[in-house]
C-alpha cells in the first residue's frame, strides 16, 4: 500500500526559510521520479519542482531559484528546501510520484507566509 507523508510546514515571515519531507512507502523510490505540488485556497494544485531516480531536477518558473528539491533514496523520502519566501508561496504543499495515475494523495503540509 502506497502511502506518501509530508510534514515540515509552518507558519514563517516573509523572507524565512521551510523544509519540507516526503516520507514514502510501498513503492519502488529509487526508480520513481518525484515531485512538489502545492495548492492555494480556491486554486488548482500546481507542479513545484522534480527529481529523477538519478538526481535531475527540473523546477517551476515562479520557483526562481529559491526551493531545491533533493531526495535521499535509503531512505525514500524526498525533500523541498525553500528559501526567500513569499506570501504568494502559502499553499499546501503534496509530494507525489511523477504517473499516471498519481498515487494516492498525502494529507499534504501547510505552508504560511505572513508577517
Known amino acids: 500500500q502506497v502511502q506518501l507523508v509530508e510534514s515540515g510546514g509552518g507558519s514563517v515571515q516573509p523572507g524565512g526559510s521551510l523544509r519540507l519531507a516526503c516520507a514514502t512507502s510501498?513503492?519502488?523510490?529509487?526508480?520513481?521520479?518525484m515531485a512538489w505540488y502545492r495548492q492555494a485556497p480556491g486554486k488548482q494544485r500546481d507542479f513545484v519542482a522534480r527529481i529523477l531516480g538519478g538526481g535531475i531536477t527540473n523546477y517551476a518558473n515562479f520557483v526562481k531559484g529559491r526551493f531545491t528539491i533533493s531526495r535521499d533514496n535509503a531512505k525514500s523520502t524526498v525533500y523541498l528546501q525553500m528559501n526567500s519566501l513569499t506570501p504568494e508561496d502559502t499553499a499546501v504543499y503534496y509530494c507525489?510520484?511523477?504517473?499516471?495515475?498519481?498515487?494516492?494523495w498525502g494529507q499534504g503540509t501547510q505552508v504560511t507566509v505572513s508577517s
Open positions: 510501498g513503492f519502488s523510490f529509487p526508480s520513481t521520479t
Open positions: 507525489n510520484g511523477v504517473q499516471f495515475p498519481p498515487y494516492p
